[in-house]
């Protein structure tokens, strides 16, 4: 999101875990959205909110929520 809004393209790693198992888990999610399984499985479950900028008052979207 932060990439679709600088206008720049930016990506970001994520590591972490299955909360019931442990098993590692790693994606990667660039400014286009598109969502990557690195490691672990099956495909975990994304998602992002849908915010009209036109008519959000608070700061940011996290303030939103
Ligand atoms: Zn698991």
Redesign the pocket.
Known sequence: MQGRLRGEPLSVKVESS?A??G?PLALKLDSELRIGLLEGGPEPLLFHPFVDFATLGEPSIIDAF
């Open positions: 299955c019931l198992c098993v």
